[in-house]
């Protein structure tokens, strides 16, 4: 599976630790910024190309981070096709794949270990969606309303 990756200055670190750990579990990870550190960047510039790559590309998945998750999730649902969920846990994760068939998942640095992050990306990329008709209905209304707007 292809797996995209980035984040701004507060998530730099996590990045960094998520892409290694990636990589050696056999993904196809592919990190789009930033490269190096610099307090002063902003996230929506490297949430944007995350989610672009994952709108065209329906089998891929992205994850962004910054401090608190909230910026980086709310920037990356503004592309069409994009389902960003932030997830401070395995279950709350897996709901997110089950249910609502997410394609992004957003992290909060600042709140989360390691190994729990580490554990929630786990869970996150192994959970299928269920494919519930109920499911598959309102992810066509948000579609609907992807057009509309």
Known sequence: MKVYISSDHGGFNL???????????GYDIIDLGPKELNPTDD???????VAEEVSKDVNSKGIVICRNGVGVSIAANKIDGIRCALSFNQKHAASTRKDD?????????????????LRIIDTWLTTPF????????????????????
């Open 15 to 25: 990045k960094n630790l998520i892409f290694k750990y990636l990589r050696n579990k």
């Open 43 to 49: 996230f929506p510039i490297f949430t944007k190309p």
């Open 101 to 117: 068939d997410t394609n992004m998942l957003a992290l909060p640095a600042d709140y989360l270990s390691h190994e729990d992050a």
């Open 130 to 149: 269920s494919q519930e008709e109920r499911f598959e209905r309102r992810i066509e209304e948000i579609k609907k309303l992807e057009k509309e707007s």
